[in-house]
Nanobody
Framework: QVQLVESGGGLVQAGGSLRLSCAAS????????VGWFRQAPGKERVFVAA????????YYADSVEGRFTISRDFAKAAVNLQMNSLKPEDTAVYYC??????????????????WGQGTQVTVSS
């Protein structure tokens, strides 16, 4: 089992930055790829970024490539999402997710095994 808790959401102006964190517990976390997904009002939940269990491989949606950076903190059992140059269209609830024995690319097209509760990110224009 893996438990995921997101933090770091909030309100920011366009062009600003936010850093989301996903704190994990559970032995399975060390072998799980971890990703971030987001769901805007009235829209489906979509993939944002993912990182491999080792932290050596990352994968991003085209919409955030070059602006967002995902990283893994093994000491804190956490995965962070640094979001820069934020746009109003980045406004959404952001969810952390994990899936064992998979790659970041596969996480973009499959359902994760574990989900966090989500954190709201609002970007004002």
């Amino acid at each position: 089992q893996v438990q995921l808790v997101e933090s770091g959401g909030g309100l920011v102006q366009a062009g600003g930055s936010l850093r989301l964190s996903c704190a994990a517990s559970g032995r399975a976390f060390s072998t799980a790829a971890v990703g971030w997904f987001r769901q805007a009002p009235g829209k489906e939940r979509v993939f944002v970024a993912a990182i491999s269990w080792s932290g050596g491989t990352t994968y991003y949606a085209d919409s955030v490539e070059g602006r967002f950076t995902i990283s893994r903190d093994f000491a804190k059992a956490a995965v962070n999402l640094q979001m820069n140059s934020l746009k109003p269209e980045d406004t959404a609830v952001y969810y952390c997710a994990a899936r064992r024995y998979t790659t970041p690319q596969t996480m973009a097209i499959t359902n994760p095994d574990y989900w966090g509760q989500g954190t709201q990110v609002t970007v004002s224009s």
